[in-house]
């Protein structure tokens, strides 16, 4: 299993001006010794090519591939239509920047305030996605929400998308435990609809239940380690990596790793 660190764990620093996302690509390489980033598109700088190809060698010259592109400020569904529109807008700018930075992964919010959908709302965000998929899937990359706020937090909402989009290229970021509804069977439910995953601080002592939910289900992506504090950031994602490491590699030395574990 290999693991990332969402640059939103720094984000304390970064609203400080204490790192940027050069900084943030130096810590994922020589301080966490990890292969790949997860970046949060709020620290990009500009969606301006040159910039981006700048982002895109500093990820080269460090050896780093891009796991997953996290987008906030691109959800697809306000129920205002000129909002919306702009989301869209924004939308394509995330994709557009996923290409140049060689996302694997790219996670654009479901939007929603209101755990229900409208019929309407599920109609425009099932075309939305299969449009987003489309594009990554030309490209060489899955687009999909994450049960992050709002419609996405009810596994059942996860479930009815994902089979209404049907599209390979499309799934879902699993932000574990972050359910309002069903929360006990929301990860279990949702493991196999899954292409990243988010592990916050206060799942580490379910860390072990997390890892066997996405081992079982055959996932083969990353165990991002998200952080959420805006304190220590450095040290409370070393103790929280190092947490999840060490319950995977227990997990391996248990004969229980499988397959996942040499995925």
Known sequence: MEFTVASYSFHGLFKAGGMDIFGYLESVKYRYHLQAADIWNIMLASYEEDYLHK??????????????????????WNGDAEVRDRLYENAKRNLRAAEILGA????????????????????YTVQRYREYAQFGHERGFAVGPENHWGASRVPD???R?????????????????NWDVDKENGDRLCAPYAFHT??????IPACADKLRIVRDAGYAGHIGIEHHSGTNEY???????ASARNVWNSLRADGVGGAAANG
């Open 104 to 123: 694997r992964t790219v996670r654009i919010d479901m939007g929603g305030r209101e755990l229900e959908m409208t019929d309407e709302q599920f109609a």
């Open 198 to 203: 988010h592990l916050a601080a206060w799942v």
């Open 55 to 76: 982002v895109r060698d500093a990820l080269d010259e460090r050896g780093l591939y891009l796991a997953n592109l996290c987008v906030d400020g691109a959800e697809v």
């Open 157 to 159: 909402n996860i479930r």
């Open 161 to 177: 998308l994902y089979e209404a989009v049907d599209h390979p290229a499309f799934g879902i970021l699993l932000h574990f435990e």
């Open 235 to 241: 040290s409370q994602v070393e103790w929280q990596l």
